[in-house]
Nanobody, 121 residues
Framework: VQLQASGGGLVQAGGSLRLACAASGRTFNNMGWFRQAPGSEREFVAAVRRSGSTYYLESVKGRFTISRDNAKNTVYLQMNNLKPEDTADYYC??????????????????WGQGTQVTVSS
């Protein structure tokens, strides 16, 4: 089982990036994105269930959109109006936990490698 993330980069504040994470080997009920800034703990950003239901960190609502293509077994994170505080390594994850645990990093069994997002002011 592998999750391959891509799409990070350097962008100015107010700009946009689109992250993608392609899973292979199995499918997941839940796919999520987390981020970790230097010196900080890993933080939930967004998740999407197989049904298409979505969940977000409050500070990214209205700016980020998570989606998934079940046929391609891929999850996307469209990030608009990026802010310097969004700077972090972003990780995708796959899991099958119950809905109440969808924001818990410890409940995702499979992780992709990080992709760096840097937002300059």
């Amino acid at each position: 089982v592998q999750l391959q993330a891509s799409g990070g980069g350097l962008v100015q504040a107010g700009g946009s990036l689109r992250l993608a994470c392609a899973a292979s080997g199995r499918t997941f009920n839940n796919m999520g994105w987390f981020r970790q800034a230097p010196g900080s703990e890993r933080e939930f950003v967004a998740a999407v269930r197989r049904s298409g239901s979505t969940y977000y960190l409050e500070s990214v609502k209205g700016r980020f959109t998570i989606s998934r293509d079940n046929a391609k077994n891929t999850v996307y994170l469209q990030m608009n109006n990026l802010k310097p505080e969004d700077t972090a390594d972003y990780y995708c994850a796959g899991g099958d936990q119950i809905l109440s645990a969808i924001r818990a990093a410890s409940m995702y069994r499979y992780w992709g490698q990080g992709t760096q997002v840097t937002v300059s002011s």
